[in-house]
Structure formats: C-alpha cells, structure tokens
C-alpha cells in the first residue's frame, strides 16, 4: 500500500481573497480543468479553488459547518479543513484504521469524480483525508 501527501485544504469564507493570497505569497498556478470533476450534488456545492505548486495540491474551499450533518457523518472536511493523502489501497488503509481502532468517515466517491475519500483525526483532530483516484 502506498500513501504520499496529496493536497491541503483550507477552508475561509472569502476563496477569491484567499486564493490572491496564495497565489501573490507562492506563486501558486490554477489546476486546469479539475474544477470539472466536481460532485456538486452530493451535500456540497461550495467555491473551491484548486491550486499547485508543481507538486503539492492547495484546494482553498468554502468553509461549511454542516456538510458533516447533512452526509451523516461525524467528521466534517469542510469546517476547518484538512490534510490528504492519496493512496492506491483504499481498502487496506480502512483495515489498518480499523486494526489500530481509529475512527474514519467513509464518504465513498463524494466530493470529487471517481475520488473515494475516508476522512479521520489524529489526536490533537486535525482532519486527515485519504483517497483512492480511479473509483466508482
């Protein structure tokens, strides 16, 4: 199973503000056509802006308090954001979260075309996201 850092996610109330910012500070560039793989019809319609520095993702999102509500789970992504880590094992991280008796939200393909997205905290609640591209 591999899992490498992926994005970050930022949430605000004000994405074009944040997204100058961090384009004006890290020369940060626009990720062509992945606001095109959205789910907007899955509890979050929200501004996101997609950002790269060449290798590391920065997804500045509209913060939502209820997105954890509406999709019935107990972390909420969207609140105060997350860090993410992409992997090619899905199913062996939910194993090694259960065996080390850790929570996790399993949000199958949400957010993001084809993304199947898990979401727990470490023990100070930071979020950690981690998902498989490629799933249906």
């Known amino acids: 199973m591999k899992i490498e850092l992926h994005h970050i996610n930022i949430c605000t109330k004000n994405v074009p503000e944040l997204d100058r910012f961090?384009?004006?500070?890290?020369?940060l560039e626009t990720i062509e056509g992945r606001e095109n793989?959205?789910?907007?019809?899955?509890?979050?319609?929200?501004?996101?802006?997609?950002?790269?520095?060449g290798c590391t993702e920065f997804h500045l999102a509209t913060q939502d308090l209820g997105v954890g509500h509406r999709m019935g789970h107990a972390v909420?992504?969207?609140?105060?954001?997350?860090?993410?880590?992409?992997?090619?094992?899905?199913?062996?991280?939910?194993?090694?979260?259960?065996?080390?008796?850790?929570?996790?939200?399993?949000?199958?393909?949400?957010?993001?075309?084809?993304?199947?997205?898990?979401?727990?905290?470490?023990?100070?609640?930071?979020?950690?996201?981690i998902h498989q591209p490629g799933c249906e």
């Not at 961090?22 to 020369?27: L, N, S």
């Not at 860090?83 to 090619?88: L, N, V």
């Not at 996790?104 to 393909?109: N, P, V």
Request: aromatic share 14%; hydrophobic share 35%.
């Open 76 to 129: 909420n992504p969207l609140e105060r954001g997350h860090i993410a880590f992409r992997t090619d094992d899905i199913e062996a991280v939910k194993k090694r979260l259960t065996e080390l008796d850790i929570p996790f939200s399993d949000y199958g393909t949400w957010a993001m075309g084809g993304w199947h997205q898990i979401f727990f905290q470490d023990p100070e609640g930071t979020i950690v996201e």
């Open 22 to 27: 961090y384009r004006a500070v890290f020369g």
């Open 37 to 53: 793989n959205r789910n907007l019809d899955q509890g979050y319609s929200g501004s996101v802006s997609f950002l790269t520095d």
